[in-house]
């Protein structure tokens, strides 16, 4: 499968919230889900006046990276997106994130790999992160091809997906799903 390149805007789209990514993935760390919800005053541009706007539903997951963090993050995925009422993209989010958390685990075993899910009002983003400096790599495949699917799947079911480099701490592997 030759033509296809991955979709990457200039910057990871946390720059548009003003965050960093927690970048987790220290070997040892335990198990954690945080998910935050409400709104946030925020200063209007050029005026000292304030708005009101809803804070991004965001959830944080972070595994030990062994087989059993798949299936794991899965379910934590599906019930999220139902939670939200964002049914209409669970399953194809359920999917990226099988596929992204499986590549990360597969470069950092024996690591802590973090998924976060940040929802806006009628799209996703999916964020991955792993201790690993390794980058992914978009495969060239042929039809008896039983790897390297993953990457492939995101290019075709996402907006658009990237990679963050986070020099000495590994990378962050992202995609969007739906637009706001």
């Not at 997106?81 to 992204?100: H, N, Q, Y």
């Amino acid at each position: 499968m030759t033509g296809c390149h991955a979709r990457t805007p200039a910057a990871h789209p946390a720059v548009f919230y003003g965050e960093q990514f927690p970048g987790a993935g220290i070997a040892g760390a335990t198990s954690t889900v945080t998910a935050t919800a409400g709104s946030t005053t925020l200063p209007e541009q050029g005026s000292g006046a304030s708005r009101t706007r809803p804070t991004p539903r965001r959830t944080l997951l972070e595994l030990s990276a062994m087989p059993s963090a798949v299936p794991c993050a899965r379910l934590h995925a599906r019930n999220v997106m139902a939670e939200w009422g964002m049914s209409a993209i669970a399953r194809t989010a359920e999917l990226l994130v099988s596929e992204l958390v499986t590549n990360a685990i597969t470069v950092s075993p024996g690591s802590v790999v973090t998924m976060r899910l940040t929802a806006g009002v009628n799209s996703a983003l999916i964020e991955v992160h792993d201790p690993s400096p390794r980058m992914p790599e978009l495969q060239d495949l042929e039809e008896d091809t039983e790897h390297g699917r993953g990457l492939v799947l995101v290019t075709i079911l996402s907006a658009e997906w990237g990679v963050q480099p986070i020099p000495g701490r590994g990378k962050v592997v992202w995609c969007v799903l739906g637009r706001d």
